[in-house]
């Protein structure tokens, strides 16, 4: 199984779009992997994670046939993760020979922010019926997509929606894909996440070496989770440990990361990273 990291920052970019701040303007100086654009990821070339604004940009950067992608996995309807005006460009008037139906998964306010995107009167002319369709998740509903068992885990993120992070196998490997999300998720998720042994554990890192109530995490939150679930036998020395999901806020600069990912068994993820696990 393979993750490409597409884009590695928080809902305000790095560096953020009005800042002015000592790490943004590192950022700025020092370019390459201090630069990041928001969240998104995908695996196996086939399962796409979340939809920021800065889709686009991903597929240029990283010559995505974005139109040959069935499947798309929601974490949550906050703009940095899900932009969905952009749907109605696969429709076949503005993406020809795309493949088959874009299948949209996601909660119940992300289906909501989708119909309010892709059928404004201005698209109606160009009804995605044949070319994107919702799917709405419920917590641990388990489904198939191409091969990939996916369970969706309600996250320790936005109390006015079911948040998810999202469990991914194939072929004997297995994925957990933690953002957004803090620690202080329901014992039915931690139970359903003990089930499983993890080729590659992705985390929020968010708030750097800081921590919060909940809603996020930090770099010792990360720790945490990590030792939580080698106890339970979820991970091993071969596991994958990857911190993700970088804010301004986190008052760390990507050289930083980098040494605290060496210095505790992880990795510090970047823009076009891609991980084989």
Same mark, same amino acid.
């Given at each position: 199984m ?6 590695t920052?928080a ?6 779009l009005?800042?002015? *701040? ?8 020092a ?11 995908? #695996? ?8 920021p ?20 996995? #929601?974490?949550?309807?906050h703009?940095?993760?899900f ?14 020979n795309?493949?088959g139906?874009?299948?949209?998964y996601g ?5 909501k922010?989708? &119909? ?8 109606k002319?160009?009804?995605l019926?044949?070319? #994107?369709k ?16 996916? +369970?969706p ?12 992070i ?7 490997? *297995?994925?957990?894909y ?10 039915k998720?931690?139970d359903?996440?003990?089930? &499983?042994q &993890?080729?590659?554990?992705s985390?929020?890192a968010?708030m ?6 909940? &809603? ?13 679930l080698?106890?339970?036998?979820? +991970? ?9 999901h970088?804010?301004?806020?986190g ?5 930083q ?9 992880m990795?510090a ?7 084989v696990?």
């Open positions: 393979e993750i490409q990291y597409l884009g920052a809902a305000e970019g790095l560096p953020a009005f800042c002015d *701040c000592e790490i943004c303007k590192k950022a700025r100086k370019g390459g992997k201090e630069v990041r654009t928001r969240t998104q990821s995908i #695996v196996d070339g086939k399962i796409l994670i979340d939809f604004p800065d889709t686009y940009t991903h597929a240029l950067q990283y010559s995505l046939q974005l139109g040959q992608i069935e499947h798309l996995l #929601v974490t949550h309807s703009m940095d993760h932009f969905p005006v952009e749907l109605i460009h696969r429709h076949e008037h503005f993406g020809h795309a493949k139906i874009l299948h949209v909660n119940e306010a992300v289906e922010a989708f &119909y309010d995107a892709v059928l404004i009167d201005r698209f002319v160009h009804p019926d044949e070319a #994107v919702f799917i709405r998740l419920k917590p641990f509903g388990d489904f198939m997509a191409d091969g990939y068992h996916i +369970i885990i309600p996250a320790d993120h936005d109390k006015r929606e079911t948040c998810f999202y469990i991914i196998e194939k072929d004997e490997k *297995c994925l957990l933690g953002h957004d999300t803090g620690m202080k998720m329901s014992d998720a931690w359903c996440i003990f089930q &499983y &993890y080729n590659l554990i985390l929020d968010t750097g070496k800081k921590q919060i109530d909940g &809603y996020h995490m930090g770099l010792p939150d990360d720790i945490a989770f990590a030792k939580i080698e106890e339970r036998g979820c +991970i091993n020395k071969d596991t994958v440990k990857v911190i993700n970088f804010s301004h806020n008052e760390m600069t990507h050289k990361l980098e040494a605290f990912a060496e210095e505790n068994g990795v993820s970047y823009d076009g990273m891609k991980v696990f």
